[in-house]
């Protein structure tokens, strides 16, 4: 994705981004009921996160100026499977991973921003119902996330160009996400990977290098 493609994209999301806060700030002195409202004060939660993504998708142009810190992705999975809770009820995260996984030395915004599109996307593509699973392991220097669901899988000839900017196989998808999510694993040494089960469903596998590798 070159700096123009960036610079489209944003302009786009900060003017929406911008509508939206406004809304809130004036709903937010008009009702002041809306404060004890659970889902109000997350709403401005996932607004405020929606800002620092569009601040961090604006320094995606160099994904080598990354702030890296040891983390554990089982952790960073179970977080991001119980905040999809709200958006998808109906929707079961069933995760296995091996005792005493090694840490990844990542980036945890952007490494966030990443899976949280590839979970969203199995989400979405069972129509927020069923169950993802998710399988962590150790392999050798890195761990390996895989995320499989039964939504159908993806049409044969969009499987070449998945990961191309702006593709995209939903009614209303921008053909952002797995193109960004694919940039931010390979900037922190991975690899970002899709095998496809027309009919069936859909595992989009992931390797991190271990800390220290």
């Known amino acids: 994705m070159n700096t123009l493609e960036y610079h489209r994209i944003l302009h786009e999301i900060k003017n929406t981004i911008t509508?939206?806060?406004s809304s809130m700030q004036l709903l937010d002195g008009n009702c002041p009921v809306l404060k004890s409202?659970?889902?109000w004060n997350n709403l401005?939660?996932?607004?405020?996160?929606?800002k620092n993504m569009v601040l961090e998708i604006s320094k995606a142009g160099n994904l080598n100026?990354?702030?890296?810190e040891p983390l554990h992705i089982s952790s960073m999975i179970e977080e991001i499977c119980h905040s999809m809770k709200d958006t998808y009820p109906d929707l079961e995260c069933r995760i296995q991973y091996e005792n005493n996984l090694p840490s990844v030395s990542a980036d945890p915004i952007k490494l966030r921003q990443a899976i949280l599109n590839l979970l969203k996307n199995s989400a979405e593509a069972q129509?927020?119902?069923g169950y993802i699973i998710i399988n962590i392991i150790s392999i050798n220097t890195a761990v390996q996330t895989s995320i499989s669901d039964s939504g159908g899988g993806i049409p044969v000839d969009f499987e070449d160009k998945i990961f191309d900017l702006f593709t995209t196989t939903k009614n209303q998808g921008t053909g952002l996400g797995l193109s960004i999510a694919k940039?931010?694993?390979?900037?922190?040494?991975?690899?970002?990977?899709l095998n496809n089960y027309p009919g069936r469903g859909c595992?989009?596998?992931f390797?991190?290098?271990?800390?220290?590798k």
């Open 65 to 68: 100026q990354l702030q890296k």
């Open 44 to 50: 401005k939660h996932e607004i405020t996160y929606l």
């Open 207 to 212: 390797s991190l290098p271990v800390s220290g």
């Open 127 to 129: 129509n927020g119902a």
């Open 183 to 193: 940039q931010i694993f390979e900037c922190h040494g991975g690899t970002l990977s």
């Open 37 to 39: 409202e659970y889902y």
């Open 203 to 205: 595992t989009f596998t």
């Open 19 to 21: 509508l939206i806060n």
